[in-house]
Nanobody, 125 residues
Framework: QVQLVESGGGLVQAGGSLRLSCEPS????????MGWFRQAPGKEREFVAC???????YYASSVKDRFAISRDNVNNTAYLQMNSLKPEDTAVYYC???????????????????WGQGTQVTVSS
């Protein structure tokens, strides 16, 4: 089992920045795939970004060039640096992780086994 502890959400004005963190409860070998999803009120959960076990990164088109995902290779903590935030980025952001070595669709929530509790990000206009 892996627990994920998220931090870094909050309220920010449009154009501002936030950095989310997601720390797994234990190290794994190989390194886990770490992903971020978000869910706005009345909408389905959607993929934001991921950093795979083989060091590939993927982004949703809506955040590409504004958000950057990274992973600390010491304790596998994942970070999501969010710049140029827009009101439409407002959502609960969820960290997800998987420790399997395989090649699924990493933009699908079904590819992840472990989930964090979620952290609220609110962008005011």
């Amino acid at each position: 089992q892996v627990q994920l502890v998220e931090s870094g959400g909050g309220l920010v004005q449009a154009g501002g920045s936030l950095r989310l963190s997601c720390e797994p409860s234990r190290r794994t070998n190989p390194k886990p795939t770490m992903g971020w999803f978000r869910q706005a009120p009345g909408k389905e959960r959607e993929f934001v970004a991921c950093f795979t076990w083989n060091d590939r990164t993927y982004y949703a088109s809506s955040v590409k060039d504004r958000f950057a995902i990274s992973r600390d290779n010491v304790n596998n903590t994942a970070y999501l640096q969010m710049n140029s935030l827009k009101p439409e980025d407002t959502a609960v952001y969820y960290c997800a992780a998987d420790i399997r070595v395989f090649y699924p669709d990493w933009t699908s929530s079904r590819s992840y086994t472990y989930w964090g509790q979620g952290t609220q990000v609110t962008v005011s206009s």
